[in-house]
């Protein structure tokens, strides 16, 4: 598996690289992270990737994804994932 990096660009606001990358469709998100992070030098932990977007008909995807500086500036601008409420017990009918 081959990546291609296409643009890098570095946000000093908001504190990551935005990189813009081409690889294999069939990647798990997983491994596209390993992938960038060995290119760019980067611990995985600070990757994240926004978009894998395949094209029809070709055996390449653009990839969008962010290298962040920092743990903090990651958890600072990344949205939080969203908690699944529990189900309240039903009642019966009386």
Do not use: C, W
Request: net charge positive.
């Amino acid at each position: 598996m081959e990546i291609s990096i296409i643009k890098k660009y570095y946000n000093e606001l908001l504190q990551r690289e935005e990189i813009t990358a081409v690889l294999n469709p069939q990647v798990p998100y997983e491994d596209a992270k390993k992938m960038i992070s060995q290119e760019i030098k980067k611990p995985v932990e600070l990757i994240v990737i926004k978009r894998i977007n395949p094209e029809f008909g070709k055996k390449e995807a653009g990839v969008e994804a962010y290298a962040y500086s920092s743990e903090e500036a990651m958890k600072k601008f990344e949205p939080k994932p969203k908690v699944k409420k529990e189900a309240a017990p039903a009642q019966p009918a009386a």
